[in-house]
Structures are given as C-alpha cells and as structure tokens.
C-alpha cells in the first residue's frame, strides 16, 4: 500500500498562501492523491484530489511532481477558518475496496 | 440535501452496555463505512459496506458488528462496551463508480465515552 509522510506541523500568516507538502514515493500508477481536512473534530472534509496533472477548485491548488512521488495542496489566501488537520491519502483499492487510510496528518495554524 | 446524519452525537456508556450508532445518507450511495478516530490519531477503519446486504471488516473491527438492510442505512453495534471503545466515530458514504474516483462524504461524528 502506498503511504503517506506530512510535516506534523505548519504555521501561516493569514492572507499568505499554506503550501502544505506530501511524500508518496511508493504509489502506483492507477493512485490518486486525495487531500481532506479535519477542523476542530468536526467530520473530514474533501478538499481536492488528482491522479498525475495539476489541479485547482474553488478552495485549493493541488501540484503533483511529475514523477508523482510527492505533491503540495496549496490555499491561495489562508483565512483563519482554514486552521484545521489536513490529510494526504493515497487512494487504496484492496481488501478494504474504496476506503482511505488516514495518517495523523499536518495541522495546519493559520495566524492573524 | 442532509448528506450523511449521525445519531446521537454525544453519548455515555456504562462498561458491558450494548448501543447502536446510526448513519444515514440521503445520496443513494451503494459504499459507506464506519472510522473511529481516537486522541491526536488519524481515523481508522472498522467496517464497510459496499451495497446492501454486503459488509465486511476494515482494520479494528472486533467488538463491532455491522449490518446494512437497505442503502440509506449502515448501523454500526456495539455488543458489550469496554473503555478502549472510547472514541469519536465517523460514518462515511461515496458512490460506488467503476473505473473513476470519487469523494467521501462524512458525517459529523458521534463521540462515545464509556465508562
């Protein structure tokens, strides 16, 4: 199974843009990367996925590195309501079917 | 739309006591599961479902059991509550589609102490 590494931890200036990174150096070619985020135990919330092109919704920017061992969810202008744990999950199909295995993530402070 | 509804939110257990925590989804969605996740710890896994009449275990799913009658509903039961149990429980749903991916809807959680 494809893992994921995350900073445990990252700081933000409110109206600067988080650039939170991601390793997935083992992931295989058919692997999405997924980005969710968890605020104050609240129920995760999708942020964005992709599987090798960059990415952009209304919330965030996803950047994959070209050999898809690690990619960057970007928030373009951190508020503080974005402070929250964010999850990087590769997208698992085994035994367990469509179901995301979720690391401890990097919480994510947004400061005024 | 509802989207994914625990109940209850909040509840107190004494050990051995047996409940059911309710999930609905109102998004005819054939997968959902069952997470818990415990103090500053990512979310585990305990049981799925990929449709109705269809289950099976995740990662921790002993002291759980699980059931799935129809598509809206995914129960999970807990048959003789113990300490470790204590948690906060998340459901989840998504739309089952060959060949593409897609994202997961969670519920707000409902948070367990037994005692």
Same mark, same amino acid.
């Given at each position: ?34 980005? &969710? ?8 919330? &999708? ?32 508020? @503080? ?32 | ?62 002291? &759980? ?12 039961? @807990? ?37």
């Amino acid at each position: 199974d494809a893992k994921t590494t995350q900073p445990p931890s990252m700081d933000c200036a409110e109206g600067r843009a988080a650039n939170l990174p991601c390793n997935h150096s083992t992931i295989s070619g058919n692997e999405y990367v997924y980005w &969710y985020r968890q605020i104050h135990s609240q129920g995760p919330q &999708y942020i964005i996925h992709g599987l090798k092109n960059n990415e952009t919704n209304e919330m965030a920017s996803l950047i994959i590195t070209e050999d898809r061992k690690s990619s960057t969810l970007i928030l373009p202008h951190a508020t @503080l309501r974005d402070t929250a744990v964010y999850y990087c999950i590769v997208r698992v199909r085994d035994n367990y079917g469509q179901n995301f295995v979720f690391g401890p993530g990097t919480r994510l402070s947004v400061l005024p | 739309n509802a989207g994914v509804t625990q109940t209850p939110k909040f509840q107190v257990l004494k050990t051995g006591q047996s409940m059911t925590l309710q999930c609905a989804q109102d998004m005819n969605h054939e997968y959902m599961s069952w997470y818990r996740q415990d103090p500053g710890m990512g979310l585990r896994l305990i049981h799925y479902s990929v449709g109705a009449g269809i289950t099976d275990q995740g990662e921790v799913p002993n002291g &759980y059991n699980v059931s799935r009658s129809t598509t809206e509903d995914f129960p999970l039961r @807990l048959l003789s509550a113990a300490p470790s149990q204590t948690s906060v429980y998340f459901c989840a749903s998504s739309s089952e589609i060959i060949g593409r991916d897609t994202e997961a809807f969670f519920g707000q959680g409902t948070r367990l102490t037994v005692v």
